[in-house]
């Protein structure tokens, strides 16, 4: 039997991939740095982009994120650029927009998928 600490985060049934543009798009910024997040389950850590400051807010308050400061993205194309796909230690870095948490206590988001210009993104949580 598989070791339940390292499952993966797994997509929702059902999801499709498709083109997403995060112009306007937010993300919370701590201490000169994007502020990053860990999951159960999970080895890598998330950047959160949201849609609006009220999603921003309601994740900061439910995770006690610090933050100092709330950034746009104006360029969606030089954001993605400018993030490591993985840190020098090997972990990955996966931007999600718009995480929440459901009554049962799961975190679902969409993610940006990396590999050309245009970002993709499916639904998908942990």
Known sequence: MSDPQNFPPRPIDGAQIRSYDLTGHLFPWHQGTPAL??????????????????????????????????KQIDNPIE???SMPAQFPNGTRLRVIIDPYRTDENH????????????????????
């Open 79 to 81: 954001f993605f650029k």
């Open 37 to 70: 997040l860990t999951m159960p389950n999970s080895n890598d850590v998330f950047l959160p982009v949201f849609s609006t400051v009220e999603k921003l807010q309601a994740l900061v308050r439910l995770v006690d994120l610090p933050i100092d400061a709330i």
């Open 107 to 126: 975190t679902r988001f969409s993610e940006l998928l990396r590999g050309n210009d245009t970002p993709s993104v499916f639904s998908t949580g942990v």
